[in-house]
């Protein structure tokens, strides 16, 4: 007995040739989609890291969990490399780098986020 078949949410970056489709391609379903790329319209261009959010079905307070989850994340990379000069993880030379002030204040945004992520989820969404 097999089992039970995954699903994972995969975001891909597209190039359209414009002239070739007559509905805008954000609206696509999937038989859209693999068709646009049969008859040539669509070119993958790559897979997006990161947070693939479905505004029709997550609950609210999920897709809020999971945006400060990220914020956290990226708030607590930049820490790291703007900590020391010798730090392991560095930007790129030349890369823009946040102020000291942003990073505290994207570490408040990611905590507000969840309390009302946390809000939410007792309201029921």
């Known amino acids: 007995m097999g089992s039970a ?4 949410r995969v975001a891909v970056e597209v190039e359209v040739d414009g002239a070739s489709v007559l509905v805008d391609p954000g609206e696509w ?3 859209e989609l693999l068709a646009a790329i049969r008859e040539g319209a669509v070119r993958l261009v790559r897979v997006v890291r990161g947070r693939v959010i479905d505004e029709e079905h997550d609950r609210l ?3 809020l969990d ?3 989850d990220d914020l956290g994340r990226d708030q607590d990379l930049h820490w790291m490399a703007s900590a020391s000069p ?3 993880l560095q930007p790129r030379p030349g890369s823009p780098r946040p102020s000291l002030q942003t990073l505290v204040e994207l570490r408040e945004l990611a905590d507000h986020v969840r309390r009302v ?3 939410l989820r007792g309201e029921g969404l």
Request: glycine letters at 6%; charged letters at 35%.
């Open 5 to 8: 078949p995954e699903r994972h």
């Open 29 to 31: 379903d999937v038989d």
């Open 61 to 63: 307070s999920v897709t």
């Open 66 to 68: 999971g945006v400060a």
């Open 86 to 88: 010798d730090a392991p």
């Open 117 to 119: 992520a946390d809000r």
